[in-house]
């Protein structure tokens, strides 16, 4: 007999769901979705050991558990945090969560160059997102930015040190995508930095990966840069059969007429990475006949990429429809048939000054 | 003179040898856990004695060691955390160089009683010379047969590591001592699974300061129910206090937790009083970290009764009027000393130490710097002052490990009770860079609310 | 690179940790490499601990630009590490700082012109009830005063002829 698995329930800003044991705060609310789910710049799930440095996703846990309903005494890091039976979860709804996140935001853009009108990464970035909804309109550091040299990290791969936030991200993705991993963060507190120590190439077929990991500019496409704007180019769903096992060959390619601008993997409305794609996907078939294309790629609305052009724009949904639930509506009570007013049959326009019920009741 | 149980042989010729150690009693009370007592048992004494972690934060001894996980086949490790870093703190130091035997007896105990085989001494690579001395130590208890294959015909085997750490502060947090054991970056990990469940290589283990483990030896001596009589409550037992800063006997001191602070400051058995004739102004009496208070609320509660050398007298008010015990390292400032400079010092120490792991500390502990440096330099501005609390407001408790805490507070404290001093150096920012602040009303008498009459 | 004895030394310490584990051996393996070929670590010694440890070198670089005792450029033969926080400062460190700045002519972070001394500022080394102090090689010189810094100085001169 098969044991059945007992899910646990959790509310999340008053909203309740049930996920199974050892699911993380984060995904317990992604999966509730909507503005309760907390933002997040360094937890990627597709890559294992991800999260809990950025700070953006701290929530309140007003009620540890049903077992044990006592708050936790800090707030806590909810990607990293898994869920207990009876937990309740304090997000949007926490004065005293959003207070601590505009901090963060803070300290994330303190030595966050103010280059976005130059930056490739610009209309989808994550942090761009973040301060616009999170921030405070004005920074309060006086004090020089912390700047770096760029360094080309192989002939496909600009790393632009400044604008890092310092996720970890990509040192996960060459520590699980690749053999060899020849990148880390070197030094230390606010010089910490990523590089390779001694100027090398980063040389793997999945290294490009590193790019659509990073949530800011600081890791870029070579084959791209300058090229054009994302929110002028059409991203459209395309596949090829690529030769590699691990690559699934199924991309975005970023359009404008018949030229491809750039391609990349496919991501979620967080963000992420769908499926890993490798090198010579990204960076050599830039060709529209090396790809069958699929069809326009469907974007979040609120993006800026989806301004340029209104196909496969998701549409609001229409409420009516789930509060009926499939029962079609019916006509309960006809006004006409218990009331001498608003006769259909009588012009208003012909009545002299504003209409009295004796216009409606003269046969 | 103060009971001691930690020093009370230390004053005896060549204590840091074998021979004279066990000619003294020494591995006494390994000889008595090891042979007529079970690990429970052992548990059990240190559990009764209320031994609470001397590394600061001040967690029960054997509540840490009852959580540790049992998994069959799986290794436990007994870590001793000797990266004593905390600016103020340097106890341990005096401990391991002149009575290493007292932490190898504490060492063999508590791994025996936790079931460990293998022990680690993580030490701060600047205390270089030390783990010569400690390795010599270690090689002769092995000679004596206390450490090893099968020791002194228990059966219970233990080897002894020392490691020495490359300069970190960050690496006296228990996860990132032991990532940095494992060879690897001081960044601490984020909890849980605590230490306890998945610790060194993924195995349970347990970490422990020098002084707590060192600690273990005379409970078994005395007892646990005895060494609990020793103190005043919770604080039970005696603590290492290293006292530096102002005073006319810098040092180590043993003290039982049941003397009051001013005793402590003023008496000659212990610091001997304020160089020059000159008066008190402040002290930090428990490491770096813990809040600053001014000699008024420092020598008395905001209740009015005398403060007294334990946990819960210095913690008395919260950090509204209260600080903390932490690692005992005790700074004292007299009139001539400078509190923006000193918290200058701090935070230059904090923003240096920052592993850069998670975005507040790394940003934040820069920023807190920055700002202090310009008011000190005398290019402060009023709102300076508000933006200093606002972003040790916001650091503090946002971060993955107690370092961002340990940045905040001290920023916090000084601007709590140190406000006008502050304002003096945005004001006067010429005067400021030649003469400092004085001791102005910090030593006045407390005013004591009058209690309610019934 | 490593001597024999050396290499013996180094296989002492990875027996110290289980089988596999032998990249917990990084830091005190960069210890002896940094003692034995000239008090700081180049990139070739760092890529040779990398192979004893069998381990990636950006592995040991991560480690070697973390912690704060690893020197990544060449230093002087003696490196004076003073401390200069709050402990230290209350008891005048500043002064001891600003008198080798003078004595040496140099400020800090430099080495001088004959290659014999470094200064660095260093924060809190666990000597706060001796200050002010400094870190000289393995050991360190504590109560420090200017005629006690003469002294040193003319200690390391006198040894290093």
Sequence with gaps: MAEEKKLFKVKIDNISVEVEPGTTILNAARKIGGDIVPPAMCYYSKLQGSGGKCRTCLVKVSKGSDADPRPMPKLVASC????????????????????????????L??????????????????LQDLSYEHGADSTRYEFKRRTFDRVDIGDKIQLHMTRCILCYRCVFTAD??????????????????????????????????????CPVGALTDKTFRFKNRVWFLKPVDAHRECHDPKCCGKTVLWMRGDEIFR?????????????????????????????????????????????????????????????????????????HNISEVNKPNVDLSKIQGPAHSDDFNKK | MGRKLLFDKAHIEGIRYYDVYRANGGYGSAEKALKSMSPEQVLDEVKKSGLRGRGGAGFPTGMKWSFIAKPEGVPRYLVCNADESEPGTFKDRYLMEFIPHLLIEGLLISSYTLGCNSCYIYIRGEYAWIPDILEEAIADAKKNGWLGKNIQGTGFDLEIYVQRGAGAYICGEETALIESLEGK?????????????????????????????????????????????????????????????????????????????EEFIYSDE??????????????????????????????????????????????????????????????????????????????????HESCGQCSPCREGTGWMKRVLLNIENGKGKMSDIDLLWDIQRKIEGNTICPLGDAAAWPVAAAIRHFR??????????????????????????LEIAAPAAV | MFSEEKLNKVKEIIARYP???????????????????????????MDYVASLLQIKPIEVYEVATFYSMFNLKPVGKYVFEVCQTGPCMLRGSDNIIDYIKKKLDISVGETTKDGLFTLKTVECLGACGYAPMMQLGKHYREHLTPEKVDAIIEECRSKAN
Aim: aromatic content about 8%; proline content about 6%; some cysteine.
């Design chain 2, 270 to 351: 212990y610091c001997g009083g304020i160089p020059n004739g000159k008066r008190l102004k402040a002290c930090i009496p428990g490491g770096s970290s813990v809040p600053i208070l001014p000699a008024n609320l420092l020598l008395k509660t905001a209740k009015g009764e005398p403060r007294m050398m334990t946990y819960e007298s210095l913690s008395d008010g919260g950090f509204a009027t209260g600080t903390m015990l932490g690692s005992g390292g005790f700074i004292v400032l007299d009139e001539d000393q400078c509190i923006v400079k000193n918290t200058l010092t701090f935070a230059r120490f904090y923003h």
């Design chain 2, 185 to 261: 970056r001081g960044n601490p990990r984020i909890k849980p699974p605590f230490p306890a469940v998945k610790g060194l290589w993924d195995c349970p283990t347990v970490v422990n300061n020098v002084e707590t483990l060192a600690t273990v030896v005379p409970i078994l001596r005395i007892g646990g129910e005895e060494y609990a009589k020793y103190g005043t409550g919770k604080s039970t037992g005696t603590k290492l206090i290293s006292a530096c800063g102002n005073i006319n006997k810098p040092g180590v001191y043993e003290i039982e937790m049941n003397i009051s602070v």
């Design chain 2, 420 to 445: 006008d001093e502050f304002e003096w150096h945005v004001l006067h920012p010429e005067e400021a860079t030649k003469r400092n602040y004085g001791l102005a009303h910090y030593a006045d008498p």
């Design chain 1, 109 to 126: 853009l303190l030595n966050h160059p103010l280059d976005c009108p130059v930056c490739d990464q610009a209309g989808e970035c994550h």
């Design chain 1, 263 to 335: 391609v990349t993997a496919r991501k979620d409305k967080y963000g992420e990475v769908e499926e890993w794609i490798c090198d010579t996907c990204r960076f050599d078939k830039k060709e529209a006949k090396d790809w069958i294309i699929e069809g326009p790629r469907q974007i979040e609305r609120q993006s800026v990429i989806s301004q340029g052009h209104y196909v496969g724009v998701h549409k609001p949904k229409d409420p009516l429809v789930d509060v009926l639930d499939g029962r079609q509506p019916k006509l309960l009570l006809d006004i």
């Design chain 3, 19 to 45: 089988a596999g584990k032998q990249k917990s051996a990084l830091i005190p393996v960069l210890h002896l490499a940094q003692e034995e070929f000239g008090g700081w670590l180049s990139s070739e010694t």
């Design chain 1, 80 to 107: 990293r945090t898994t869920v207990m039976d009876g937990m309740e979860v304090a997000n949007i709804t926490s004065p005293e969560v959003l207070d601590a996140r505009k901090g963060v935001v803070e300290f």
């Design chain 1, 176 to 213: 699980q995508l690749t053999e060899k991993r020849e990148h880390g963060v070197l030094g230390r507190g606010e010089a910490a930095e990523i590089g390779t120590y001694i100027q090398q190439s980063l040389d793997n077929n999945f290294i490009g990966n590193v790019i659509d990991v």
